[in-house]
């Protein structure tokens, strides 16, 4: 995967695996709510906060800039996620399947230009805040909008923007995610998403605050 920008993402000591593992998510649906307070309107953004994990016990994790699977060994410190829903009804798959992945506390998201054959697309990183992105028109958000599908307690997730290209992992540790077409044994398509929920309240003059909430339709490991 390639990056115009490197995380400056702070490190923090690794906990055992039997601690840091969170409820596991069985459900990324991420509906928004709006209210209203004082004289302004306020709309709830519900963010996913995740560490994502593929069947060979494999975490991602951003390193130098450029995101990467690694062995999860109980000292290795998974990369976290900010999931949040796109706007962006595509196809006949509901609107809250399109979503949006973002790492470096939000501000790298992960982005697939679209391409024609016989041109392979690429996953990157830009440097764009996600809570930016559904003020973004149709074309622009597209290549930072991912199809997401169940499959049991696993998730795959479609570019948008590519489709039948999907975000994977490869069977030999260390190597950087990316998108491919060719599903099979050697690469992985499939991942697990452990999380703890953070609400956005976004105000319509611009002014951001962040408050707690609960996981949304989790179950315990």
Known sequence: MNTDHESCEEKHESQPETESRGPLVTDLGLPSEASSHSDLTI??????????????????????????????????????????TSQLSTTSIKKEN???????KGELCLHCDTV???????????????KELNSLNGKESLPFTFLK????????????ANHGYFIYTSNIPRQPVGVTKDLGKEKNTQFEFENTSVNLNVVQDGVYKLTTAKPCMTMEL
């Open 116 to 130: 024609k054959d016989p041109e392979h697309p690429s996953l990157q990183l830009k440097k764009k805040n996600i």
């Open 98 to 104: 399109h979503i949006f992945l973002a790492v470096s």
């Open 43 to 84: 709309k709830s953004i519900k963010l996913m906060k995740c560490t994502i994990r593929d069947p060979n016990q494999q975490v991602l994790v951003l390193e130098n800039g450029v995101l990467k699977a690694v062995p999860d060994k109980g000292t290795t410190t998974p990369e976290t996620f900010y999931i949040s």
């Open 149 to 160: 599908e169940q499959i049991g307690s696993y998730f795959t997730l479609e570019s948008a």
